[in-house]
């Protein structure tokens, strides 16, 4: 694990943390695939990934990966209007190396290194930027066949654009609440992370509060934390693909004491790729900030509603066990009607030695009926009641 400052860390450098995870620089983007003709003809995948494939390496000299380019069609082609997308996907561009060298640790902690490090966030934005504003509305020819293609950058990936948002969620959605200061968010959403790698080991294949809380504790003290199961997430009724089976992914939440530490974070986090060592897998999760955590009143409302609703097993978990809540009877103590007792006490009848006993207790409004069986086996009783 890195002891760097997170202040420090270059937008195209690995950050290594506990349990073995890696936090990978790639950048992602959305394709979405219109057609430009009249054709009904389907689409090609494997053509389409291979002009892309090509076109990348021609036009910015970038080398991607054929499954770092998944592109899935709708449903139903011939149905769908003419207007409505055929295809979309994602587009991961991972080495990022040609944009600088590795920084050296002496520069990087010094006043000239933060220069550098912005210096090398602002080539990274500029460059990326170049590589929407180029592929974004060209026309792709498939064996005669043309669509064009529209490309966009994930809200997860733009970290000035959500900090614009909830800035803008400040300045304009909390006014008039004075109380305890300005207000700033602190709670990170993730999305699509594998739940093995936050279980314990050789113990369960659920996410542990405890492994969990140890690997983000990397980045600041923890207030609360929160995980459940995320299987929904990519996941689209109009699509071609494949189910996930349930339990595989998860969703983490995790409450920042103080908002450096949540900005810090959160920055880490966009346009990176959570890696494990010894796996070949990438988690190309979805990053995003809690808006609750911004207003007080949006998340006063959200823990009044979550404290009247039990926690059940596929549901939020969070590290603050549940307060059992005090039992309060429907009579008031003022109100209370005096409680009546009536105890009546017959013998109804004898047979085979055997006395049957029923009393009957009116308690308020309820009749409680007690039988009591007495046998007698070596002795007979007297005369009959």
């Known amino acids: 694990m890195t002891n760097r400052s997170l202040e420090n860390l270059s937008p195209t450098e690995t950050l290594e943390i506990e349990n073995g995870l ?6 992602k983007l959305l394709l979405t695939l219109h057609r430009a003709d009249h054709s009904v003809k389907p689409i090609d995948e494997w053509q389409l990934k291979r002009s892309l494939i090509d076109f990348l390496k021609t036009s910015f000299s970038v080398t991607v990966p054929e499954e770092d380019l998944d592109i899935k069609r709708f449903k139903d082609l011939k149905k769908r209007k003419r207007e409505d997308p055929v295809a979309d996907g994602t587009l991961f561009i991972r080495d990022l190396g040609f944009l600088s060298k590795p920084l050296n640790s002496k520069i990087v902690d010094s006043v000239a290194g933060k220069d550098q490090v912005k210096a090398l966030e602002k080539k990274l934005l500029d460059w990326r930027r170049s590589v929407v504003d ?6 792709l020819n498939l064996e005669g066949v043309k669509f064009k293609l529209t490309v ?3 809200p997860s990936d733009d970290f000035d ?6 800035e803008e969620l400040y300045a304009f959605g909390s006014r008039g609440y004075s109380r ?13 992370v594998p739940s093995r790698w936050f279980a314990e080991p050789r113990v369960s294949l659920k996410p542990s509060m405890l492994v969990t809380h140890t690997i983000f504790s990397t980045f600041g003290k923890i207030r609360n934390l ?13 699509k071609d693909s494949e189910d996930i089976v349930s339990g595989l992914q998860c969703k983490i939440s995790v409450q920042f004491e103080k908002y450096n530490e949540f900005y810090n ?5 966009c346009g990176r790729s959570l890696q494990k060592q010894g796996s070949r897998l990438r988690a190309d999760y979805e990053v995003t900030w809690d808006k609750d955590s911004c207003l007080p009143y949006a998340r006063n409302q959200t823990q009044e509603k979550r404290s009247r609703v039990p926690a059940t097993a596929t549901g939020y978990y969070k590290s603050e066990a549940p307060r059992r809540q005090p039992h309060i009877s429907r009579f008031s103590p003022d109100n209370a009607r005096p409680k009546r007792f009536k105890v009546v006490n017959q013998i109804m009848r004898t047979f085979n030695d055997k006395f049957v006993f029923k009393c009957y207790y009116f308690l308020t409004d309820h009749l409680v009926s007690v039988s009591i069986n007495i046998k007698y086996m070596d002795h007979r009783l007297g005369p009959q009641f």
């Open 265 to 269: 974070a959160l920055k880490v986090f």
């Open 152 to 154: 966009a950058i994930p």
């Open 226 to 238: 929160g995980f459940a199961e995320d299987d929904d997430l990519g996941k689209s009724s109009d």
């Open 22 to 27: 890696s936090f990978v620089p790639r950048v």
């Open 134 to 139: 180029k592929m974004d509305g060209i026309e």
């Open 180 to 192: 305890g200061g300005k207000q700033q968010p602190d709670t990170i959403v993730l999305r699509g």
């Open 161 to 166: 654009g959500m900090r614009k948002e909830w």
